[in-house]
């Protein structure tokens, strides 16, 4: 079904989206927000440029953007996956829980700030250009991948990585000789094995965006983890 976005607020849009049989096509989007939040098992494709927090809450099925996205996308979204043809805002993925990211542009501030895991959910956020300052900030899980292969002269990410982050993993696909990271994680190239996991990773993203991703993976790749399980504990703890 198609529905035509212009002049539509969000909640009447999301309404005609729950009402419509699938797959749902959406046209003339324009800066309505709140896209599919809550949603479960819907397959929605989009034209044009969806405004903040795109399938917030987002429960499962498929979210596909053939345009830029606005700020927080994926807010809070426990399953599913959000495709994004172009480049992303500020604060995507918050306190993302579960489900997969992909975007073949570049990232705003913030991107995975409270990502978390739980048991078997582990989210996944693949950004194809680069990430804003504080990439990262506060994560307690999941897994968040920078390719930069718009650039790749440019850094990889903003000013301060992974600040606050006690939990999940980073893979940049940089030497990141240039970058600076805080002193509670620690920071080292990747291994012949950090490279297959990689692998397993980006074989549906590479897929989606017609990339080679022996081409993507011959590069040097830096993995960050936190470099203890509670690095503030001395900030609460008593000696």
Known sequence: MIIQADGLDHRTLNEQIRCSPEPCTIEGCCGQRFIAAGMADRDIEIHGVPGNALG???????????????????????????????????????????????????????????MKAYKEKVPLMIIGGRAGSFLGEYQAGGIIIVLNLLAPAKKCVGYFPCTGMHGGKMFLRSACDDV???????????????????????TEYCDLFALDIEAVLSAPFTVVVPDTANPYRQMYVAN
């Open 180 to 202: 600076v990271f805080p002193p509670q994680v620690t920071s080292r190239r990747a291994t012949a094995g950090d490279l297959e996991e990689l692998r397993s990773y980006l």
């Open 56 to 114: 917030a809450y987002l429960n499962g099925g498929r979210i596909t953007v053939h345009a830029n996205v606005q700020d927080a996308v994926g807010d809070t979204m426990n399953a599913g996956t959000i495709v994004v043809h172009g480049s992303i805002g500020d604060a995507a993925g918050y306190a993302m829980r579960g489900g997969k990211i992909y975007v073949k542009g570049n990232a705003g501030y913030r991107a995975g700030i409270h």
